[in-house]
Antibody, heavy 122, light 108 residues
Framework: EVQLVESGGGLVQPGGSLRLSCETSGFSFSDHYMDWVRQAPGKGLEWVGRTRNKANRYTTEYAASVKGRFTISRDDSKNSLSLQMNSLKTEDTAVYYC?????????????WGQGTLVTVSS | DIQMTQSPSSLSASVGDRVTITCQASQDISSYLNWYQQKPGKAPKLLIYDASNLETGVPSRFTGSGSGTDFTFTISSLQPEDIATYYCQHYDYLPPITFGQGTRLEIK
């Protein structure tokens, strides 16, 4: 059974840092792109960023809203994904989901974690 | 960046009704379009990928169509468990990946 479990969310002050983790199981993690998607309270979905797989040199991409502040990394030996968030702003408050990129040619997210809530507030 | 315009933003329908949601891209995106269902307090669930392909395990009352700039998502006969918010999502090799604004579906 494919599972993605996020952790690390919580309350942080503006300007602070937080590191989210996504532990996975039940599939060949190293084969997949992995993404982070967030959802502010009562709002829609916003893509945050991606790490590609080893075959694509683990390259990363970020949304403009987080570029330079957030860093995505992965550890294929531990089947885990991380999101390092620095210089946090109040507008970063959201539920953060990790999502698996399907192995089909296009990019669809076929499995998601349950999400972890990040609240940026003083 | 490509913009996705999803409509309507909310919709009320009766059980058994045919429901249609549209998503329009600001430029030609071929068939690079997916549809998701999100129930309150839950993670999104992939329903349709590459515009018209039904994800494994998803009921056949859900269909998708379109290519280029105009896409349609249809529920052929609305069921009570279909109450959710639905999102379209565009992708390309080079991000950003963009979601539509969402359509909140309610039972009349």
């Amino acid at each position: 059974e494919v599972q993605l479990v996020e952790s690390g969310g919580g309350l942080v002050q503006p300007g602070g840092s937080l590191r989210l983790s996504c532990e996975t199981s039940g599939f060949s993690f190293s084969d997949h792109y992995m993404d982070w998607v967030r959802q502010a309270p009562g709002k829609g979905l916003e893509w945050v960023g991606r790490t590609r797989n080893k075959a694509n040199r683990y390259t990363t991409e970020y949304a403009a809203s987080v570029k330079g502040r957030f860093t995505i990394s992965r550890d294929d030996s531990k089947n885990s994904l991380s999101l390092q968030m620095n210089s946090l702003k109040t507008e970063d408050t959201a539920v953060y989901y990790c999502a698996r990129g399907a192995l089909r040619g296009g990019t669809s997210f076929d499995y998601w974690g349950q999400g972890t809530l990040v609240t940026v507030s003083s | 960046d490509i913009q996705m315009t999803q409509s309507p933003s909310s919709l009320s329908a009766s059980v058994g009704d045919r429901v249609t949601i549209t998503c329009q891209a600001s430029q030609d995106i071929s068939s690079y379009l997916n549809w998701y269902q999100q129930k309150p307090g839950k993670a999104p669930k992939l329903l349709i990928y590459d515009a018209s392909n039904l994800e494994t395990g998803v009921p056949s009352r859900f269909t998708g169509s379109g290519s280029g700039t105009d896409f349609t998502f249809t529920i052929s006969s609305l069921q009570p468990e279909d109450i959710a918010t639905y999102y379209c999502q565009h992708y390309d090799y080079l991000p950003p990946i963009t979601f539509g604004q969402g359509t909140r579906l309610e039972i009349k």
